[in-house]
Each structure stands twice: as C-alpha cells, then as structure tokens.
C-alpha cells in the first residue's frame, strides 16, 4: 500500500484559537504529520509526492470564489493589518447574508465560520497541496490501485462548499471523492472521527450519487455542532443518501464498533463502487480531543473490515492530534489494513 504526501503540507503552522472564550494552542499541528510520517517510513510504506493537478478539483466541490480567496488572504491581510492576528470577527447574517465585502476583515469572516483557522504565512501552500495528495491518490484509485492511503494535513472534512471550519479550508475527502465519480457511478465517504464530518454532509447533502456516513459523537453538544443528527438524511435527489451515527459522549470501544458496523452494512446495501475513508485517531481514548474510548485494537479491527468490503478505496487523514497515541494508532490501523489487502 503506498501513501502519498508533500512536505509542503508542514508550511500551515498556527500557535493558538479561540475556543469556549478563551485562547488555548492550536492542536492542528506540523508535527501530527511528521510522526504519522516518520511511522509510515519505519514501516516501510512507499511515499510518494503528488502530481500537480491545479485548482479545478477543488473547485469541483466548493465555490470559485472560496478557493480564489484563499489564496492570497493572508498576504491581503497583512498589508492590511499588520502584525494583528487574522481571526474573523465579522460574519454574515443567515436569513439575509447579504453581499460579500470587498476587505479582507469581511471576507475572512464571509469565508471563515468559527475561529479555529488561523492564517499564517504558509497556509495556502500546505491546503493545496494537502488538496493535491487526497487528488492524487483517487487518481491512483481510478487507474486501478485498490488501496491509497492520503496523509492529508492540514485536515479537511469540516470545510463546507464555500465555509472554512474545524481546523479545515479545503475538503480533501470530498475533493477524492469527487476524483472518483470519473470512473464509479456509486462512490461513499465514510467518516470516522470524533467529530461530525459536517462539511462533507453540506457538500453531497443534496446528491444521491455520493453517499456519506459520518460515525461521530452526538454534535448536539460537542464540536463541530450544528450538523450531523440522526434524522439528517438528505434532501432532493440526496434523500436517503446520508446516514449520521451518532456517538453518547463517553461510548466504549465495543459501543464505537456497533454503530461501526451498522455504517459499513449501510455502504454495502447503498450499493457502493468505491469509497473514501475521513480516517480519524482523534476517536482514541487518549486524543486531547477525543469524547470515546478508542485503542489500537478497535482501529484495528475497523481497518481490516474496511478492507474485507471489497470496495476501491482512498484513506484520507483526518484528525488525530498530539496525544501519546496517534503514531501507534496510525501504525496498527495502515499496517492492519495493509496485511489484509494483502499488499
């Protein structure tokens, strides 16, 4: 199983957020790759850099003018600000948005939804190019490899069609699945994580042609909010197309592996012909942000029944922060899932 990577993706490096009314450093770190890296390299995984495939996949599944804006905002931002720290304090009204601001203070909080993506100097270098290694290795997937693995960092299921949230900007899984659509009429992302893959639910929310199962702790209250309830399952022609697992906050490892498995029967009946898997360590028990009692074990055997689906798939790297076990973790779950493709 070969992963891909760019080391560009270390370039986005942000010190600290705003959360729950106060300042706290930012857990979506440079180092969260280099030692899923580093594993990768111990194990004998062959990384490779992905090709450049531009902008045009992104923009297959958020708006041109989000991905335009990204790429200069912090320069913008700087010539316009100085040294302040670029976190949006003005957003739009919901009945009554209004029109988008030609400053980059109300852009940035047109474009940014909560305060947890900070700018920094790199940060449009390291999303493309994250962007890039979740294209390229779908690409891999659509010329006939049956198992890619996309150390995609900084992350990007909570990045909605045209809204940065969660530590997110550009959506890596749905951008790979969208890659798939080319060759496979039924494609799935299925998101496990400790948080709602709720950017992924508003990009396929109203397509029957992208499933999407997000397993993930009852939203109602816990980070991301807002999306990812049970009775959410679509709209027009996506009706029937969403399927929310809801987590109780606390659930146990073998409670995580019940609501697991009725995600992986719910792919199969759907019918599905290639899947992305939004892979996240931050369900271990140990996560600085986890609610759920995962371990090496549990992933394990997620991966393994991943693999024994039978399905094309593309692994994307979602969360998964600084706690003792994200290497082990990343480790017993690709070597797991290696082992079982048998490759």
Same mark, same amino acid.
């Given at each position: 199983?070969?992963?891909?990577?760019?080391?560009?993706?270390?370039?986005?490096?942000?010190?600290?957020?705003?959360?729950?009314?106060?300042?706290?450093?930012?857990?979506?770190?440079? =180092?969260?790759?280099?030692? %899923?890296?580093?594993? +990768?390299?111990?194990?004998?995984?062959?990384?490779?850099?992905?090709?450049?495939?531009?902008?045009?996949?992104?923009?297959?599944?958020?708006?041109?003018?989000?991905?335009?804006?990204?790429?200069?905002?912090?320069?913008?931002?700087?010539?316009?600000?100085?040294?302040?720290?670029?976190?949006?304090?003005?957003?739009?009204?919901?009945?009554?948005?209004?029109?988008?601001?030609?400053?980059?203070?109300?852009?940035?909080?047109?474009?940014?939804?909560?305060?947890?993506?900070?700018?920094?100097?790199?940060?449009?270098?390291? %999303?493309?190019?994250?962007?890039?290694?979740? %294209?390229?290795?779908?690409?891999?997937?659509?010329?006939?490899?049956?198992? %890619?693995?996309?150390?995609?960092?900084?992350?990007?299921? !909570?990045?909605?069609?045209?809204?940065?949230?969660?530590?997110?900007?550009?959506?890596?899984?749905?951008?790979?699945?969208?890659?798939?659509?080319?060759?496979?009429?039924?494609?799935?992302?299925?998101?496990?994580?400790? !948080?709602?893959?709720?950017?992924?639910?508003?990009?396929?929310?109203?397509?029957?042609?992208?499933?999407?199962?997000?397993?993930?702790?009852?939203?109602?209250?816990?980070?991301?909010?807002?999306?990812?309830?049970?009775?959410?399952?679509?709209?027009?022609?996506?009706?029937?197309? #969403?399927?929310?697992?809801?987590?109780?906050?606390?659930?146990?490892?073998?409670?995580?592996?019940?609501?697991?498995?009725?995600?992986?029967?719910?792919?199969?009946?759907?019918?599905? =012909?290639?899947?992305?898997?939004?892979?996240?360590?931050?369900?271990? !028990?140990?996560?600085?942000?986890?609610?759920?009692?995962?371990?090496?074990?549990?992933?394990?055997?997620?991966?393994?029944?991943?693999?024994?689906?039978?399905?094309? #798939?593309?692994?994307?790297?979602?969360?998964?922060? +600084?706690?003792?076990?994200?290497?082990?973790?990343?480790?017993?779950?690709?070597?797991?899932?290696?082992?079982?493709?048998?490759?």
């Amino acid at each position: 199983m070969k992963a891909i990577f760019d080391e560009r993706q270390l370039k986005h490096n942000p010190e600290r957020y705003f959360r729950r009314g106060a300042y706290m450093p930012h857990p979506e770190q440079p =180092e969260r790759a280099i030692l %899923i890296r580093d594993m +990768l390299i111990k194990n004998d995984f062959p990384i490779e850099t992905p090709q450049d495939y531009g902008l045009d996949p992104i923009k297959a599944v958020h708006d041109e003018d989000y991905v335009e804006f990204w790429k200069d905002a912090y320069e913008r931002w700087v010539a316009e600000a100085g040294d302040a720290e670029p976190i949006p304090n003005y957003h739009p009204g919901r009945k009554h948005p209004g029109r988008r601001s030609s400053s980059i203070f109300g852009q940035l909080g047109w474009y940014a939804t909560d305060t947890s993506v900070p700018l920094t100097e790199g940060t449009f270098e390291a %999303i493309y190019w994250s962007a890039q290694t979740a %294209i390229e290795a779908a690409e891999r997937v659509v010329a006939g490899d049956r198992l %890619i693995y996309g150390l995609c960092r900084p992350p990007g299921h !909570h990045a909605m069609t045209n809204g940065a949230n969660g530590f997110c900007i550009f959506n890596n899984a749905a951008v790979a699945a969208q890659v798939l659509r080319k060759k496979f009429d039924k494609v799935a992302v299925f998101d496990i994580d400790t !948080h709602t893959g709720n950017g992924t639910l508003d990009i396929f929310y109203d397509r029957s042609d992208v499933m999407v199962c997000s397993l993930h702790v009852d939203p109602d209250n816990y980070s991301t909010f807002y999306l990812g309830y049970p009775d959410e399952t679509g709209e027009g022609d996506g009706v029937g197309a #969403t399927l929310n697992l809801c987590l109780k906050s606390g659930s146990t490892e073998d409670e995580v592996l019940v609501r697991f498995r009725e995600g992986v029967e719910a792919l199969k009946a759907n019918g599905t =012909e290639a899947l992305v898997i939004s892979l996240g360590f931050d369900m271990a !028990h140990d996560d600085p942000l986890s609610e759920v009692g995962m371990t090496g074990k549990g992933f394990e055997v997620m991966a393994r029944e991943i693999v024994r689906m039978g399905l094309p #798939t593309v692994l994307i790297q979602e969360g998964g922060y +600084l706690g003792p076990s994200l290497s082990d973790n990343a480790e017993v779950f690709l070597t797991a899932a290696r082992d079982e493709a048998g490759s």
